[in-house]
């Protein structure tokens, strides 16, 4: 996808005035897929879904897709700002090829869902940036598109029904073949929903394939920090039917982390989780300190306790001037009985450690990412 820079009358345009939004981008999405893409803004994100989606045309290449697609690239678009709530949902009913008794049947849905019931037959000009996501996601859930694709727009809406679409979307990709491509700047959505991702830099693909191997990249080269991850009820946290993970947390000398961490500082992870199954488990949690390039710097291991259904909290802490400088990612893994896996939290928390201290010049070439207190007494005989 080419932009060009404004240039002045007789002035010929250099290679330089050209910028590319999208260059060089090919990858084939395979029906059922649930697919994230990642990237700073300005990466093309917004400009792929728009090519997708039909709304822009290409400079150059092609784009085949097999079926229905429905676009929520923008709050109220595809909404005629004049026409009511009601008139809107037949309007991109009609939009999307189904007819009146099509749409009719799934009205009450939509309606249900978006929980605009009492402003159904106001204009939708006079709706909030929040009504209009919340009726925009319901009628494109629900018309049951082949292809399905959602720009950041769900940031708009509130907490509640943010975690209510994520839940949504998660039920259609465990009971239906529909295909999703959704931008999100939130990477654990990416990893709980998506199978495949891709991470766009500055309009060219720098990776396309499972989601945790595009995620890791895109951690590494972007130096992206999550200090913390806290979800509020069990249907909508990480896990499976037996382990969901309520919290996460690094924090420094008893502080919430914002930014770089002092190597002065004693870190403290802490972290709960729910134990959702009937029955009780002799569980174990293991945590896995690896650096940004992926080697592991230590792994420690709790003892094995035996756990009723409800809520279960860790804690490790890591002593003060441990680490060295460097970026860090925590894994959690669970373990029943200490040989059979539950689950694995990976990449659940990721942090920068930055010293005041200098280490000498001439054993810096050995310098490894910890540094224990060992200390080392020097004498001189009289």
């Known amino acids: 996808m080419l932009w060009w820079k404004k240039k002045d009358q007789g002035e010929a345009l250099s290679a330089d005035a050209y910028f590319w939004a999208l260059k060089d981008v090919s990858f084939e999405i395979k029906r059922g897929d649930v697919v994230g893409i990642i990237g700073k803004n300005g990466a093309g994100k917004s400009t792929l879904l728009k090519i997708i989606s039909r709304v822009v045309l290409p400079t150059s290449g092609i784009v085949r897709g097999n079926g229905r697609v429905a676009s929520l690239l923008e709050v109220g678009t595809g909404f005629h700002p ?35 019931g009492a402003f159904l037959d ?71 929903l998506c199978n495949q991702a891709l991470y766009l830099e500055k309009g060219k693909l720098i990776a ?22 806290r979800y509020e009820a069990a249907g909508i946290a990480p896990g499976n039917d037996i382990i969901r993970i309520r919290e996460v947390e690094l924090l420094a000398e008893g502080r919430n982390v914002d930014g770089a961490i002092s190597a002065d500082d004693e870190l403290s ?15 174990m949690a293991s945590i896995v300190l690896v650096d940004f390039i ?48 539950l689950f694995e939290f990976r990449q659940c928390v990721s942090f920068e450690i930055k010293s005041q201290h200098r280490v000498p010049a001439f054993i810096s070439k050995w310098q490894s990412p910890i540094s224990p207190a060992f200390p080392i007494i020097l004498t001189q005989p009289d």
């Open 82 to 116: 004049e026409l009511t709530g009601r008139e809107n949902i037949y309007l991109n009913g009609n939009i999307l090829g189904l007819n009146k008794r099509e749409i009719g049947s799934r009205f009450d849905e939509i309606v249900a869902f978006s929980e605009i």
């Open 208 to 229: 396309h394939g499972d989601t945790e191997s595009v995620v890791s990249k895109y951690l590494l080269r972007e130096h992206v920090y999550v200090p913390a991850q």
């Open 269 to 283: 992870l802490v972290f709960s989780f729910w134990n959702i199954s009937e029955v009780s488990l002799h569980v």
């Open 122 to 192: 106001t204009p939708v000009k006079r709706y909030s940036s929040g009504m209009y996501v919340r009726l925009a996601f319901s009628i494109a859930i629900h018309m049951d598109p082949d292809i399905l694709i959602l720009d950041e727009v769900l940031s708009v809406g509130d907490v509640d029904f943010q975690k209510k679409c994520l839940r949504k979307i998660g039920e259609i990709t465990k009971t239906t073949e529909q295909t999703i491509i959704f931008v999100s700047h939130n990477v654990q959505s990416v990893r709980t």
């Open 294 to 341: 992926g080697e592991c710097v230590f792994s420690v291991h709790s003892e094995c306790i035996r756990m009723q259904r409800g809520l279960a909290r860790g804690e490790c802490i890591i002593p003060s001037g441990f680490l060295r400088d460097g970026s860090y990612v925590v894994h959690l893994f669970f373990a029943r009985n200490d040989h059979e896996t």
